[in-house]
Every structure is written in structure tokens, then in C-alpha cells.
């Protein structure tokens, strides 16, 4: 014998489609410049080059290298991003 399914049960079932496919007739995306995207985020060298330049700029002096590059890296991220 089949079992009996409430109302409640009914209700909480869901259907599961597949997501759209495009079609000739949908617009385009907006095109993306990726120069300006990618600029976003400095590479290691620009932020080690950085890093050098607070590195001298205080002296020389050892034991705060990581210092230097995270503030290198935050100003340069400030910079790329228009800030």
C-alpha cells in the first residue's frame, strides 16, 4: 500500500530546474577591461620594491621587514584603487 503524504510535506518539496541556457537573442555582456581589473592588486615585486624603499627611508634598520611590507602593499593597493 502507498503511504500517505500530508499537506505540509507536499509543500516542502521543491523542483529543481537547470539554469538557463543564453540564447542569440540575449544581450552581451558588458565587456570587461581587464588592465584595470588586474591593477587592482599589486604584484610581490612592486610590493617588495616598495617595502625596500620604507626599509631605507627609516634607516636600514633590521627586525621589521614584515612591517614594511604590509604597509607597502595596504599604500599600494590604496594607490591602484584610486584612494
Do not use: C, H
Request: hydrophobic share 30%; no cysteine.
Amino acid at each position: 500500500m502507498a503511504k500517505k503524504t500530508s499537506d505540509a510535506t507536499r509543500t516542502n518539496r521543491r523542483r529543481v530546474t537547470a539554469p538557463r541556457r543564453a540564447t542569440a537573442s540575449d544581450p552581451a555582456p558588458a565587456p570587461v577591461d581587464i588592465a584595470t581589473v588586474a591593477r587592482t592588486e599589486p604584484s610581490a615585486d612592486e610590493i617588495a620594491q616598495e617595502a625596500y624603499l620604507r626599509y631605507l627611508s627609516r634607516g636600514g634598520g633590521d627586525g621589521q621587514d614584515f612591517d614594511d611590507w604590509l604597509e607597502a602593499e595596504r599604500e599600494l593597493k590604496k594607490r591602484n584603487n584610486g584612494g
